[in-house]
């Protein structure tokens, strides 16, 4: 089975470079490259150049539009039926095109996913975020490995669907956040069968510093409800917890001047995260730091939500997003 792997860049050449290093060591290398740079000032034309002998890259620049339009774009210069999504800060481990090509062939579905993890070379910080993105006490297993398969909502950086897909749903929406979970509700609503291939996982950087994360994770908040005004079914009750927890751990820091010991849940719950993450990551100061990754991350998620609460389903307003300086950032 060929594959078509389409990849958005926007000013990480470094990041391609090692993206490039992993899919140059893959096992099954059945697949074309599509790089879109995407209206990059610090392009990776060059870095390209260097893999050119190794395996099949297609380089295009276009315009800033954001990474959904970079998919989109890539797709309709695709040559293969499969199209494989990657962010340009993921790792791919040497045996996933193996993996998914052999899942492909025992149970065919027009689109799949995969879940993330993190690598040993990555920093404390990107460890405590992974950490935070995808452990049961702050997504609520939505994330990845624990979702039922049945509903399984691939994300973008570790995602594929068929050309099908593509010319049924029209590809990726103009949503800046939320795009992919927009692209999977629209497969499904359109009859197609996803997948979890749970062996097929990716190694995923995400942001570098705790302020460029609660960027993303506050506008993913509000994602959720601009998601909610395009697909009404799509609000589950686990998407609440964030806001509510920023606004119980507020409550109870006002209530504990009173009564110190409302500050107990707050203050077992940062344990529970310090304990879970250093045994995990074999490192306290990954522990340490994933306590400050969770806080971000429901603190930034949750008060993104009710903003978009108040904004769009108050106050009726048009879809948003907080932060507009570029698609990436």
């Known amino acids: 089975m060929n594959f078509s792997v389409i990849i958005p860049v926007y000013n990480r050449p470094e990041e391609v470079k090692e993206l490039l290093e992993s899919l140059n060591k893959q096992k099954n290398k059945n697949f074309e490259l599509i ?8 392009k990776c034309g060059h870095i390209v150049r260097d893999f050119q ?3 099949h ?4 620049y276009k315009q800033n539009g ?5 998919r989109n774009f890539g797709m309709s210069k695709a040559k293969y039926d499969y199209f494989v999504f990657f962010d340009s800060d993921c790792i791919i481990p040497p045996e996933y095109f193996e993996l998914v090509s052999k899942h492909l062939k025992k149970d ?8 993330d993890a993190a690598h040993e070379s990555f920093s404390p910080v990107q460890k405590a975020i ?9 997504t609520g297993g939505i994330r990845g490995a624990n979702e039922k398969m049945e509903q399984f909502k691939p994300r973008s950086f570790n995602m594929g669907y068929s050309r099908a897909v593509y010319e049924k749903t029209g590809g990726f929406s103009n949503m800046r956040f939320g795009e992919d979970v927009d692209m999977s509700l629209k497969i499904l609503q ?23 994360f609660y960027k993303q994770v506050h506008n993913s908040g509000i994602a959720r409800i601009n998601l909610f005004m ?4 799509s609000l589950k009750i686990v998407h609440l917890f964030p806001s509510v927890f920023l606004l119980g751990s507020f409550l109870l820091l006002l209530i504990s001047f009173i009564k110190w010991w409302f500050i107990l849940p707050l203050i077992l719950f940062m344990i529970l995260i310090f304990v879970d993450a250093s045994i995990k990551f074999s490192s306290l100061k990954v522990g340490f730091l994933s306590v400050i990754a969770a806080f971000v991350q429901l603190y930034g998620y949750g008060s993104g939500f009710l903003k978009a609460v108040w904004k769009r389903l108050i106050l009726n307003r048009k879809e948003f997003y907080a932060f507009r300086e570029n698609f990436y950032e």
Not at 108 to 115: C, F, H, I, Q, R
Not at 190 to 212: C, D, M, P, S, W
Not at 230 to 233: G, S
């Open 35 to 42: 790089i879109v740079e995407d209206g990059s000032t610090q």
């Open 53 to 55: 002998a190794d395996f």
């Open 57 to 60: 890259i297609n380089y295009f």
């Open 66 to 70: 954001g990474p959904a339009s970079a």
């Open 108 to 115: 065919y579905v027009d689109a799949y996913g995969g879940p």
């Open 130 to 138: 992974s950490y935070s993105m995808t452990s049961i006490f702050t």
């Open 190 to 212: 359109n009859g197609f069968r996803t997948k979890l291939i749970k062996e097929a996982f990716v190694y995923h950087k995400r942001r570098t510093n705790f302020r460029q």
């Open 230 to 233: 395009r697909h009404p079914k």
